[in-house]
Protein backbone atom coordinates (compact mmCIF):
# COMPACT_ATOMS: atom_id res chain seq x y z
CA UNK A 1 0.00 0.00 0.00
CA UNK A 2 1.44 3.00 -0.86
CA UNK A 3 0.95 6.18 1.26
CA UNK A 4 2.36 9.70 1.79
CA UNK A 5 2.16 10.66 5.99
CA UNK A 6 2.46 14.80 6.22
CA UNK A 7 3.39 17.11 8.94
CA UNK A 8 1.03 20.09 9.54
CA UNK A 9 2.23 23.34 10.32
CA UNK A 10 4.73 24.96 8.30
CA UNK A 11 3.72 21.99 5.43
CA UNK A 12 0.00 21.93 4.62
CA UNK A 13 -1.01 25.26 6.86
CA UNK A 14 1.03 28.54 8.29
CA UNK A 15 -0.51 28.44 11.45
CA UNK A 16 2.47 30.73 12.66
CA UNK A 17 -0.29 33.98 13.16
CA UNK A 18 -2.64 32.37 14.91
CA UNK A 19 0.23 31.13 17.23
CA UNK A 20 1.32 34.31 17.80
CA UNK A 21 -1.52 36.23 18.46
CA UNK A 22 -1.94 33.27 20.85
CA UNK A 23 1.12 33.51 22.61
CA UNK A 24 0.97 37.69 22.58
CA UNK A 25 -2.57 36.96 24.90
CA UNK A 26 -0.78 34.85 27.43
CA UNK A 27 2.31 37.22 27.23
CA UNK A 28 0.15 40.11 27.86
CA UNK A 29 -1.94 38.27 30.67
CA UNK A 30 1.32 37.35 32.26
CA UNK A 31 2.35 41.44 32.41
CA UNK A 32 5.41 40.46 29.94
CA UNK A 33 6.18 42.12 26.65
CA UNK A 34 4.94 40.36 23.37
CA UNK A 35 7.18 38.34 21.16
CA UNK A 36 7.19 39.43 17.28
CA UNK A 37 6.21 36.81 14.20
CA UNK A 38 9.37 35.61 13.62
CA UNK A 39 10.11 34.95 17.04
CA UNK A 40 6.97 32.83 17.40
CA UNK A 41 8.17 31.07 14.08
CA UNK A 42 11.17 29.96 15.38
CA UNK A 43 9.35 28.84 18.52
CA UNK A 44 7.45 26.35 16.47
CA UNK A 45 8.26 22.52 15.47
CA UNK A 46 8.84 20.85 18.80
CA UNK A 47 5.23 20.56 20.14
CA UNK A 48 2.62 23.42 22.45
CA UNK A 49 4.82 22.67 25.28
CA UNK A 50 8.30 23.29 23.99
CA UNK A 51 6.75 26.45 21.75
CA UNK A 52 5.87 28.02 25.79
CA UNK A 53 8.77 27.00 27.20
CA UNK A 54 11.41 28.77 24.22
CA UNK A 55 8.39 31.44 24.62
CA UNK A 56 8.88 31.71 28.62
CA UNK A 57 12.27 31.21 28.18
CA UNK A 58 12.34 34.46 26.07
CA UNK A 59 10.17 36.85 28.39
CA UNK A 60 11.37 35.57 31.74
CA UNK A 61 14.02 37.00 33.54
CA UNK A 62 14.67 33.61 35.43
CA UNK A 63 13.13 30.34 34.77
CA UNK A 64 9.97 29.60 36.52
CA UNK A 65 7.94 25.98 36.51
CA UNK A 66 4.99 26.80 38.10
CA UNK A 67 4.58 30.19 36.04
CA UNK A 68 5.46 28.18 32.51
CA UNK A 69 3.15 25.80 33.98
CA UNK A 70 0.13 28.09 33.91
CA UNK A 71 1.38 29.57 30.51
CA UNK A 72 0.75 26.38 28.86
CA UNK A 73 -2.50 25.92 30.31
CA UNK A 74 -3.47 29.03 28.97
CA UNK A 75 -2.15 28.93 25.50
CA UNK A 76 -3.88 25.57 25.30
CA UNK A 77 -6.97 27.23 26.29
CA UNK A 78 -6.41 29.26 22.91
CA UNK A 79 -4.76 27.51 20.60
CA UNK A 80 -7.71 24.91 20.80
CA UNK A 81 -10.00 27.27 18.55
CA UNK A 82 -7.20 29.43 16.75
CA UNK A 83 -7.87 29.00 13.32
CA UNK A 84 -8.81 32.84 11.59
CA UNK A 85 -5.24 33.57 10.74
CA UNK A 86 -3.98 30.28 9.34
CA UNK A 87 -3.95 29.85 5.72
CA UNK A 88 -3.58 26.46 3.70
CA UNK A 89 -0.01 27.03 1.79
CA UNK A 90 -0.87 27.74 -1.61
CA UNK A 91 -1.53 24.13 -3.94
CA UNK A 92 -1.67 22.24 -0.65
CA UNK A 93 -4.96 21.13 -0.87
CA UNK A 94 -5.06 20.45 -4.70
CA UNK A 95 -1.46 17.98 -3.97
CA UNK A 96 -3.73 16.05 -1.61
CA UNK A 97 -6.70 15.89 -3.99
CA UNK A 98 -4.60 14.24 -6.75
CA UNK A 99 -2.71 12.05 -4.75
CA UNK A 100 -5.81 10.53 -3.00
CA UNK A 101 -7.31 10.31 -6.64
CA UNK A 102 -4.73 8.49 -7.88
CA UNK A 103 -4.94 6.05 -4.77
CA UNK A 104 -2.46 7.23 -2.59
CA UNK A 105 -3.14 6.29 1.61
CA UNK A 106 -2.75 9.86 3.26
CA UNK A 107 -1.82 10.48 7.03
CA UNK A 108 -0.74 13.23 9.43
CA UNK A 109 1.69 13.42 11.95
CA UNK A 110 1.89 16.09 13.37
CA UNK A 111 3.31 17.64 16.67
CA UNK A 112 0.53 19.89 17.15
CA UNK A 113 -2.12 18.71 19.86
CA UNK A 114 -4.41 16.29 18.04
CA UNK A 115 -7.53 18.70 19.46
CA UNK A 116 -5.75 21.78 17.71
CA UNK A 117 -5.13 19.95 15.09
CA UNK A 118 -8.16 18.08 14.32
CA UNK A 119 -10.07 21.48 14.48
CA UNK A 120 -7.99 23.08 12.09
CA UNK A 121 -8.60 19.91 9.54
CA UNK A 122 -12.21 20.40 9.95
CA UNK A 123 -12.10 24.75 9.16
CA UNK A 124 -10.21 23.62 6.00
CA UNK A 125 -12.19 20.53 5.55
CA UNK A 126 -8.93 18.47 5.51
CA UNK A 127 -10.19 15.47 7.26
CA UNK A 128 -11.67 14.04 4.38
CA UNK A 129 -7.93 12.89 3.33
CA UNK A 130 -6.68 11.61 6.18
CA UNK A 131 -8.02 8.62 8.04
CA UNK A 132 -5.19 8.11 10.80
CA UNK A 133 -3.98 11.29 12.33
CA UNK A 134 -1.67 11.35 15.24
CA UNK A 135 -0.74 15.00 17.10
CA UNK A 136 1.64 15.80 19.69
CA UNK A 137 -0.29 14.24 22.84
CA UNK A 138 -1.80 11.47 20.84
CA UNK A 139 1.14 9.37 22.30
CA UNK A 140 3.54 8.77 25.12
CA UNK A 141 5.84 10.55 22.65
CA UNK A 142 6.09 12.99 20.06
CA UNK A 143 8.25 13.78 17.00
CA UNK A 144 11.35 13.37 16.64
CA UNK A 145 10.83 9.84 17.89
CA UNK A 146 10.33 8.47 15.57
CA UNK A 147 7.37 6.34 17.41
CA UNK A 148 4.47 8.83 16.35
CA UNK A 149 5.42 8.24 12.48
CA UNK A 150 5.26 4.39 12.43
CA UNK A 151 2.03 4.26 14.55
CA UNK A 152 0.67 6.21 11.49
CA UNK A 153 2.40 3.90 8.98
CA UNK A 154 1.60 0.92 10.61
CA UNK A 155 -2.48 2.10 10.45
CA UNK A 156 -2.23 2.95 7.03
CA UNK A 157 -0.65 -0.36 6.43
CA UNK A 158 1.64 0.90 4.28
CA UNK A 159 4.40 -0.99 2.82
CA UNK A 160 6.67 1.81 1.11
CA UNK A 161 5.76 5.00 2.69
CA UNK A 162 7.01 8.87 2.30
CA UNK A 163 7.22 11.44 4.86
CA UNK A 164 6.34 15.02 3.96
CA UNK A 165 7.67 17.73 6.59
CA UNK A 166 9.11 20.62 6.67
CA UNK A 167 11.70 21.29 9.49
CA UNK A 168 14.78 19.84 11.19
CA UNK A 169 11.87 17.97 13.54
CA UNK A 170 10.49 16.39 10.57
CA UNK A 171 13.89 15.68 9.05
CA UNK A 172 15.28 13.74 12.12
CA UNK A 173 12.05 11.94 12.40
CA UNK A 174 12.21 10.58 8.93
CA UNK A 175 15.80 9.46 9.46
CA UNK A 176 14.88 7.86 12.86
CA UNK A 177 12.09 5.64 11.92
CA UNK A 178 13.84 4.62 8.19
CA UNK A 179 11.58 6.44 5.92
CA UNK A 180 12.11 8.79 2.87
CA UNK A 181 11.62 12.08 3.34
CA UNK A 182 10.30 15.08 0.98
CA UNK A 183 11.00 18.64 2.62
CA UNK A 184 8.66 21.61 1.94
CA UNK A 185 11.43 24.16 1.75
CA UNK A 186 8.97 27.05 2.72
CA UNK A 187 7.94 26.30 5.84
CA UNK A 188 9.80 26.77 9.13
CA UNK A 189 13.14 25.09 9.15
CA UNK A 190 16.52 26.91 10.07
CA UNK A 191 18.88 24.91 9.03
CA UNK A 192 20.64 24.99 5.13
CA UNK A 193 18.82 23.24 2.80
CA UNK A 194 21.81 21.36 1.81
CA UNK A 195 22.74 20.29 5.95
CA UNK A 196 19.39 18.58 6.76
CA UNK A 197 19.09 15.10 5.38
CA UNK A 198 16.23 14.41 1.99
CA UNK A 199 15.33 12.71 -0.54
CA UNK A 200 13.56 15.30 -2.07
CA UNK A 201 12.73 19.09 -1.65
CA UNK A 202 10.30 21.22 -3.40
CA UNK A 203 9.32 25.07 -3.23
CA UNK A 204 6.05 24.26 -4.92
CA UNK A 205 3.04 21.56 -4.00
CA UNK A 206 2.49 20.43 -7.86
CA UNK A 207 6.18 19.22 -7.86
CA UNK A 208 5.49 16.57 -5.12
CA UNK A 209 3.15 13.90 -6.91
CA UNK A 210 5.46 13.58 -10.05
CA UNK A 211 8.23 13.05 -7.74
CA UNK A 212 5.86 10.67 -5.81
CA UNK A 213 5.36 9.01 -9.07
CA UNK A 214 8.81 8.51 -10.09
CA UNK A 215 9.74 6.45 -6.94
CA UNK A 216 7.26 3.29 -7.99
CA UNK A 217 9.43 2.52 -10.61
Not at 176 to 197: S, V
Request: hydrophobic letters at 50%; proline letters at 8%; one cysteine or more.
Amino acid sequence: MRAAIFDLDGTLIDSAPDIHAAANVVLTAQGLAPITLAQARGFIGAGAPVFVERMAAARLEAPDAARTAAMLAHFLELYEGAVGLTRTYPGAVEALERLAAEGWRLGLCTNKPEGPTRSVLAHFGLERFFPVVVGGDTLAVRKPDPEPLRHVVAALGAEAPVYVGDSETDAATAQAAGIPFALYTEGYRHTPLEALPHDFAFAEWPLLAPWLATREG
